[in-house]
């Protein structure tokens, strides 16, 4: 494949260059999730020339998720199409060189292996921990790296997650936070929070595709972007005593 002027300034830059490029548009990447954050993100990589994204996500566009969610627009709303249907023909305008897949459907423990085994990476962008622990379960066991990304009101966090290099999920959250727990229905969301943890999550998977793992972040981040208070958590290893990896 000839990478033109579309990614030209990409290529300049020393992280990449032509042969990162090269290996960019090899990569299939599944993304769980189009809503605000699996918008970002496949818009992000889709520009950055990845070869292949698979989309998945039951849900159908509404007015509430113009404020965030930046591949969809009124029209959308107005026919209610499938995000992933929607995400697809909006990438398709702007790069029609790579190939998306929409997969309208949730991730369950019967189709994880079928939408998941072919990707090099694995990104959640979902709004729940149920189908994160699918993703984390299912790739620990398969060896396929991912990445966490989570964001509500002004809050958002993020973790890469490499079997058996990194800590998983369960390592950092042995289980799931229990009673309420704030969602963007009940506690909001600001869109830059999102696009904060998308271009994060994003940049991540870019410098695992073009093969920079020495670059990646083995920490588990996280930033109120309203008070500013941030902190990270160490996440370089794998515990023992895990149920899932150790």
Same mark, same amino acid.
Not at 73 to 79: C, V
Not at 191 to 198: E, K, L, R, T
Not at 216 to 224: A, G, K, Q
């Given at each position: 494949m000839e990478f033109h002027d579309r990614y030209s300034r990409q290529i300049l830059f020393p992280g990449i260059g032509p042969e990162g490029q090269r290996l960019l548009s090899q990569a299939h990447v599944a993304i769980v999730g189009c809503g605000a954050t699996g918008t970002c993100v496949a818009s992000l990589l889709a520009r950055a020339g990845t070869g292949s994204l698979r989309i998945i996500d039951r849900d159908y566009v509404e007015p509430s998720n113009l404020q965030r969610q930046t591949l969809f %627009?009124? $029209? %959308? $709303?107005?026919?209610s199409l499938p995000k992933a249907v929607a995400a697809a023909r909006k990438i398709a305008a702007f790069n029609s060189e790579i190939e998306v897949k929409p997969e309208v459907a949730d991730l369950t423990p019967e189709n994880a292996e079928r939408l998941l085994e072919k990707a090099d990476l694995i990104l959640d962008a979902t709004d729940n921990f149920e189908t994160r622990y699918l993703i984390n379960d299912w790739a620990v066991k398969s060896g396929k790296p991912w990445i966490y990304a989570a964001a509500v009101a002004a809050y958002a966090v993020t973790m890469n997650i490499i079997p058996g290099e990194t800590a998983c999920l369960s390592c950092i959250f042995p289980a799931p936070p229990e009673g309420t727990v704030e969602t963007c229905d009940t506690a909001g969301i600001l /869109?830059?929070? !999102? /696009?904060? !943890?998308?271009s994060i999550q994003a940049t991540e998977a870019i410098k695992f595709l073009v093969g920079a793992r020495d670059k990646?972040?083995?920490?588990?981040?996280?930033? %109120?972007l309203w008070t500013n208070d941030g902190a990270e958590v160490a996440a370089g290893s794998p515990r023992a005593d895990c149920q899932t990896c150790g």
């Open positions: %627009d009124e $029209a %959308d $709303a107005a026919e /869109n830059s929070a !999102v /696009n904060w !943890v998308g990646l972040r083995r920490t588990l981040l996280s930033l %109120d």
